[in-house]
T-cell receptor
Framework: DGGITQSPKYLFRKEGQNVTLSCEQNLNHDAMYWYRQDPGQGLRLIYYSQIVNDFQKGDIAEGYSVSREKKESFPLTVTSAQKNPTAFYLC???????????FGQGTRLTVV | QKEVEQDPGPLSVPEGAIVSLNCTYSNSAFQYFMWYRQYSRKGPELLMYTYSSGNKEDGRFTAQVDKSSKYISLFIRDSQPSDSATYLCAMSAVDAGGTSYGKLTFGQGTILTVHP
């Protein structure tokens, strides 16, 4: 089945620790994205990548880092510099010249 | 002022009702408009996608875009309890090359409950 796989589904970390969220897609999409969703809010763009080895900051990139070494993979690291890391994180992808984004099932990160 | 405004509701309707969900926006560069449905603790699922102004129908769902008013709508006919979810509008502009890579701006979502 084609799709976007995010893992793990739930993640708990202590304050001050870095944590990496996994996102893999087998849709052969060129572009990949990370969004953050907080209760009662829409999605906000953290980072996006249009091609391998290239990525751009979104609206709320501070405290996050990404890499895009393979077309299929776009991991997100939540660093200790992120002041409010507890949130629902969503990864998405889209084909090169289309605009519809397709989402994974999300990772719920809780920092205690 | 947010670029995209969406009434968060919550909206509660009886089964079989016609539901109207709306978003307004301020960025005149937006040309692609989408509606996503999100069930609790799940990722958003694409429902409708339209380009520029006009209507698009898919089964019980109709999406309308009025660029002159910067207003988009999603209508759900014969609503079902399974339609209970959060509905998110999203939109994107085109880049200099005339394409958009899915960099979306979202409304905050409307929580819909359809009761039997």
């Amino acid at each position: 089945d084609g799709g976007i796989t995010q893992s793990p589904k739930y993640l708990f970390r202590k304050e001050g620790q870095n944590v990496t969220l996994s996102c893999e897609q087998n849709l052969n999409h060129d572009a990949m994205y990370w969004y953050r969703q907080d209760p009662g809010q829409g999605l906000r763009l953290i980072y996006y990548s249009q091609i391998v080895n290239d990525f751009q900051k979104g609206d709320i990139a501070e405290g996050y880092s990404v890499s895009r070494e393979k077309k299929e993979s776009f991991p997100l690291t939540v660093t200790s510099a992120q002041k409010n890391p507890t949130a629902f994180y969503l990864c998405a992808s889209s084909a090169g010249r289309a605009t519809e984004a397709f989402f994974g099932q999300g990772t719920r990160l809780t920092v205690v | 002022q947010k670029e995209v405004e969406q009434d968060p509701g919550p909206l509660s309707v009886p089964e079989g009702a016609i539901v109207s969900l709306n978003c307004t926006y301020s960025n005149s560069a937006f040309q692609y408009f989408m509606w996503y449905r999100q069930y609790s603790r799940k990722g958003p699922e694409l429902l409708m996608y339209t380009y520029s102004s006009g209507n698009k129908e898919d089964g019980r769902f109709t999406a309308q875009v009025d660029k002159s008013s910067k207003y988009i709508s999603l209508f759900i006919r014969d609503s079902q309890p399974s339609d209970s979810a959060t509905y998110l509008c999203a939109m994107s502009a085109v880049d200099a090359g005339g394409t958009s890579y899915g960099k979306l701006t979202f409304g905050q979502g409307t929580i819909l409950t359809v009761h039997p």
